[in-house]
């Protein structure tokens, strides 16, 4: 899909290490969303960011910190990985907070 | 917060019929409304979406209709197809938040 992209699509960490997941956009949207997929639970959000230097926490921000350096790049790290945190994570933008998202593609992370 | 609720959670339809996806919400000042379609293993794309202004919008064989009393809002599918089998995420927007809240989604499985 068109401005956006995540990496890695996939990685395998171990618990207790950190990881940093990129989320990218060419589309200059100040909104900018991480979520992560469960079965069962649907998209929670993790962190959100409004704008450069700008962040909040979602619904389920334990565990995770972001930073947003400049505008096209939204940074998502767990501090020390667990299980729990085996999940797929989705980048998302949008232009503005009532306006449709654009979901990445997706980042699948197993942490063993 | 706002909170938002799909029903039913799986639904299955003979190809050919059509499909019907509710959502309600609880905060009545919501202003936006948008469905999106994620099928298996792949990020979620929006489909279609309403404003608090308007009652029913269509595309081709989907469509969506806001009854802002009762604070619902459905997705229709006609005539549906196989590759229409998918799972359906309502969200609403957050009046004075940066972000949506999503629904849990909804399984559509299509027998051909």
């Known amino acids: 899909d068109a401005g956006i992209t995540q990496s890695p699509r996939h990685k395998v960490t171990e618990t207790g290490t950190p990881v940093t997941l990129r989320c990218h956009q060419t589309e200059n949207h100040r909104y900018m969303y991480w979520y992560r997929q469960d079965p069962g639970h649907g998209l929670r959000l993790i962190h959100y960011?409004?704008?450069?230097?700008?962040?909040d926490k979602g619904e389920v921000s334990d565990g995770y910190s972001v930073s947003r350096s400049k505008t096209e790049d939204f940074l998502l790290t767990l501090e020390s990985a667990t299980s729990s945190q085996t999940s797929v994570y989705f980048c998302a933008i949008s232009e503005r907070p009532d306006y449709g998202y654009t979901f990445g593609s997706g980042t699948r992370l197993t942490v063993v | 917060g706002e909170n938002v609720e799909q029903h039913p959670s799986t639904l299955s339809v003979q190809e050919g019929d059509s499909a019907v996806i509710k959502c309600t919400y609880s905060d009545s000042a919501s202003n936006y409304f948008p469905w999106y379609k994620q099928e298996l293993g792949k990020r979620p794309q929006l489909i279609i979406d309403?404003?608090?202004?308007?009652g029913e919008k269509k595309d081709q064989r989907i469509a969506v209709t806001l009854n802002k009393t009762a604070k619902h809002f459905s997705l229709h599918i006609t005539e549906t197809q196989p590759e229409d089998s998918a799972v359906y995420f309502c969200?609403?927007?957050?009046?004075?938040?940066?972000?949506?809240?999503f629904g849990k989604g909804n399984q559509v499985v299509v027998i051909p």
């Open positions: 969200a609403a927007s957050i009046n004075g938040n940066n972000r949506l809240a």
């Open positions: 309403i404003r608090s202004n308007v």
């Open positions: 960011s409004y704008g450069v230097k700008d962040t």
